[in-house]
């Protein structure tokens, strides 16, 4: 079946699903196709914490009801090391800056729930997804519905949000992009656990065993996370070996560790990955499609709407004949990717056990630690590019 559309859009994830509502509210016709169930993309287990740019977006998009009732504002973080637990104060040293804890199921469920009561179209199950004549002024996207139908839908513009592992990023030409890589050689085991969190606020543990990470979701689900190695197996992850590692990293005179029923286990490798640039011809990719950071620092899913962010009024332009913001995406996109790529990278690295590592990285890290909590300077740092930038002008 032959159809015609404004933007296709490939993938359903944040990227993709804010982008298809942003287009709407400027009068923009998407189609988005997505290879999951809509049951799967409002389960997967992943990010969590917005940055106040974020918020504001989605605020400003209509999307923030149940993130405006629900989420649960954070002004800082702590850094446990040596033993002792210290509080990076976000609004004291960011005048005034805070994240927001909401994960991003709520934001998927919330985006899905508003483009389909809009009328949206959203094709979920799709299969053997193919992007062509890109370079044409009217690329062309290609699918199989749920129901066994082909489909070819012939578009002003396509966007690749379609993760790290999609079609579109490789449907570059040869040569086109240029790639940075870095995988750790460590990963996260995180749990989703039915039990109130044992903190108020997001606690970052270096410890000689590795890394941990005291997150959450709600006042009553608790999200976190232990270094393992790569190639660990979770079935060697029984839920009493991964509470009393738990314990273990984030011991604390006169502190505990609530323990409850483990709801979810996944382990995630690390990866810092960027390619460039974000746009071939009239393909654009956003989010994951073009570059990955390690949650350390908290960016991936933020990273992913500020794309869309710019990406949408640049679309705009370009379909009213100004390239202009379309020419400039790339760039415009890639100032803040590279910031969070450090930033991300130096979190992970300032607060992971590299493996087989001497005794000097371990004292490297502490006297860095001990410097962002002796140092207002080295703790603004942190606290500015944890909380983020303001979301640069997408018509620029
Ligand atoms: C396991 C895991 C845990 C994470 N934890 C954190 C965290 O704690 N903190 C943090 O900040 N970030 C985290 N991230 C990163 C964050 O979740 C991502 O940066 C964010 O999801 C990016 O959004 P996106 O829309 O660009 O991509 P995605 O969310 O990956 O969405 C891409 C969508 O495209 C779909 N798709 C793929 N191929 C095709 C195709 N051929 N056709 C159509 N659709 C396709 C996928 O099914 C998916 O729904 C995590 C990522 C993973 C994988």
């Not at 809509?38 to 740019?53: I, K, N, S, T």
């Amino acid at each position: 079946m032959r159809t015609r559309t404004q933007v296709g859009i490939v993938g359903g994830g944040p990227a993709g699903l804010l982008l298809s509502h942003l287009l709407a509210l400027r009068g923009i016709d998407s189609v988005l196709i997505e290879i999951r169930s809509r049951e799967y993309c409002e389960a997967r287990q992943r990010a969590g914490v917005l940055e106040d740019g974020s918020v504001a977006l989605l605020r400003d998009g209509g999307l923030a009801d149940r993130l405006d009732r629900q989420g649960l504002v954070h002004g800082g973080i702590y850094l446990q090391f040596e033993g002792q637990r210290q509080h990076i104060d976000f609004r004291d040293l960011t005048g005034g800056r805070t994240v927001t804890v909401y994960a991003q199921t709520e934001v998927v469920k919330d985006l899905i729930a508003r483009r389909l009561a809009d009328g949206g179209a959203i094709e979920f199950s799709v299969t053997d997804t193919e992007v062509a004549d890109l370079d044409t002024e009217l690329p062309v996207l290609r699918y199989t519905d749920a129901a066994g139908t082909r489909h070819e839908v012939s578009c002003d513009a396509i966007a690749g949000c379609d993760g790290f592992h999609g079609i579109c990023r490789p449907a570059f030409p040869s040569g086109a992009l240029t790639m940075w890589e870095r995988d750790y050689p460590y990963a996260w085991l995180g749990i989703l656990a039915d039990v109130p969190p044992s903190t108020d606020e997001l606690i970052y543990a270096h410890h000689p065993a590795g890394f941990a990470l005291h997150s959450l979701r709600s006042t009553t689900v608790s999200r976190l996370y232990l270094q393992v190695s790569p190639d660990e197996d979770i079935a060697e992850w029984p839920d009493d070996r991964i509470w009393a590692e738990l314990a273990r990293r984030f011991e604390l005179p006169g502190w505990a560790l609530q323990q409850g029923p483990i709801l979810d286990k996944s382990i995630t490798p690390m990866r810092s990955f960027v390619s460039a640039p974000m746009r071939y011809g009239r393909l654009f990719l956003a989010g994951d499609a073009a570059h990955i950071v390690p949650p350390t620092g908290a960016k991936g899913l933020n990273l992913a709407l500020a794309d869309v962010a710019v990406l949408a009024p640049a679309l705009d332009a370009l379909l009213h004949g100004d390239e202009q913001a379309a020419a400039n995406y790339s760039a415009t996109c890639l100032q803040r990717v590279w910031r969070s790529t450090h930033f991300s990278w130096w979190m992970t690295t300032m607060l992971h056990r590299t493996p087989g590592a001497d005794e000097m990285e371990m004292q490297l890290q502490l006297s860095q630690l001990r410097y962002v909590i002796g140092s207002r300077a080295a703790a603004t740092s942190l606290a500015e590019n944890y909380t983020g930038f303001p979301l640069p002008k997408g018509d620029g």
